[in-house]
């Protein structure tokens, strides 16, 4: 067969591949990494993010761990505290709560305690998110748990690029960040990308904006993203123009790219999927009456699961959580207001 | 991963062939010193407890009277590269360790006795800028892990530390201190069992005072001897007499010297009585739930008096040596400066007063190093 001339085709990379990339890029070049977690060596991961770094890396430096969340998350601190950058695996997010006095009483408070002496870099991260019928315990967003816990940053990357960029940029921020990741993004075809070939990170604490508009801004994070940039098409349709902004990053949270949208289109919905009695949403609304107010022509509105459990079955889980057409109707009920 | 045992761990492996207890090799001079320490976290107890009486500290103090032989005998044969994680009640371990260097001497390893005062006074001297109360504090530096008020919370970092360590050529142990009550704490059972699959070199010390609070142990749990805990993980659980500072020091030492050969982890169990309340709010109420003459039993063996009497059979004190300074059994309120040695006197008092001159912190402070500033 004869040669071709072309250039060749640059792969395009899913979520959890980019994930793996960053774990790998940041092993090679921080000898003093480590990634411990149930099942993250000899299998490579429930999900596979971690598959072949133990085979690349080595069994002290990719820890399989006993079933204690407690002791994953307890003993990175220990870790970081003599020297070590570590990522901590949560096989689902859901069992983060089995570390949670760990990672809210132990490490958020280190850098504080000791009053700048100690800082702890380590990630926990984990699959998260529901709509794919993992029922109440392997669906859960619960990261307003650790919003609410100064000292953690808190991130949750909807792309590819943000996915490796975030990751990277975690393990390097010196501070513990929980990393959300969304499981039904992992492998999704749509949203696969080209990576760049060279080092780069995505900075915590900015958000992106994925859409231009003028009549209604879409506030989200996560898997709810693609929801929001759905629910602009149809919006669009109908003549409605929105812009969606991705926020990326809870903690830091990026106000002003916020405001910026609000300033040009003066109706906001936040649309996440946790409950939405104390969830993150409010806080973002919260922050927007407060110092946004003067700039709004309709009150800030929410869009969130209810406040409940996520069921199993189908029907229930869309029922529950937030939708295309629940997005839809409410930014047409603001643009009417 | 094999941990790498030193050319000075195996000689004293050779050593103990001879079945000799480690305390058996003891010089003079150092059973002299172990005394002298007795004296030194017993003094400090005795004080705090009279300035907290007067009204001059804010918090809760946790008396370690009665159970000062687990400390001094736990922390005297560690290694300036070992780690330590206390808890509430072992205030003293803060700047006991590594009292082999000489308890007055600039060159130790734990924290200096100014930065403890400070952190009991909430002075800007201690080494968390007094941002947490009492024990809350450690240093990385002096490889003391910072304690919180989480029971049994620390071991995890304590297991991680050794990795850490062992990752990086290091050979350290790390001694851990808790409670018996603590060892219900679903983390203490995680901890332990994650440190004995990787073979940590973590040891565990209960101090089994009888009492957590205000629950006697056989409702803390249906053990009669909290080492048996050993066995579920397929470690050595070791008991000490916790009233005799040189069985403390035997039995850690042999938890040590198995952790340091690669061996893994080990529970010593230390046997001894809380002589106050839980903490200083408590006393009064302790007399409701413990009866007085439990109490009086409980006390009878002072590790002060059990250690001189060793050092007199030994021939180590003589004469006038033998006599002096008798605040064995004397609680807060009998003794006086005088039933101290006065370097001890003195070496606090120089603490206390560097507790008065510091400063409080600013109120601004307290909304500072939440995170890592990043450039
Ligand atoms: C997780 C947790 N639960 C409860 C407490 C409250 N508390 C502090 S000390 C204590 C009793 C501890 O008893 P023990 O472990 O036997 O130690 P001791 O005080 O007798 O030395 C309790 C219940 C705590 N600090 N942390």
Redesign the pocket.
Known sequence: MAATTEAPVALKKNYLTALKEALDEEMQRNKLMLCQGEDIGRLGGAFGVTDGLQAKYGVDRVVDMPISEAAIIGSAVGMALNGMTVMAEMQFIDFISCGF?QIVNMMATYHYRTAGEVNIPVVVRGPAGAYGGGALYHSQMNEAWFCNSPGLKVVCPSTPYDAKGMLKAALRDGNPVIFYEIKELYRKREIEEELPTDDYIVPLGKAAVRREGTDVTLVSYGQNVYHCLEAAAELEKQGISAEVIDLRSLVPLDEETIFASIAKTSRVIVVNEAPMTCGFAGEVVARITTKAFHLLDAPPSRVTRMDTPVPWVKPLELHVLPSVEKIVNEAVRLVRF | MSAKSGSATAERAEQRQGSRRPSESLTREECLELFKQLYLARYFDIRLIKEKKRGRLRGTL?SSHN?EAILVGSLFGLQPTDWISP???DMPAFFLKDIRAGWDNDNRIGMTIEEVCCQVWGKVGSPGRARDNWSHIGSKAKKIIHST?????TIPAAAGVTYADRLQGGNCVALTY??????A?GIFHEAINYAAVHKLPVITII???Q???G?PTDL?SPLEDFADRAKGYGIPGLIADGQDVFDVYDKVMEAVNHAREGKGPAIVECKTF?AYG??DHDDDRAQKYRPAEEVEKGRQRDPIAVCRKRLIELGHLTGDAATSFMAEGKGASEATNDDFPPEVVAYLNKGIEAAIASPLPAAEEGAMWVFKENN
């Open positions: 006095d | 946790y159970q808890i509430h009640r008020s989480m029971l049994a919370g808790n409670g018996e009550g603590s060892t704490q101090e089994n005072n009492w957590a609070y629950t803390e809380r839980h903490g």
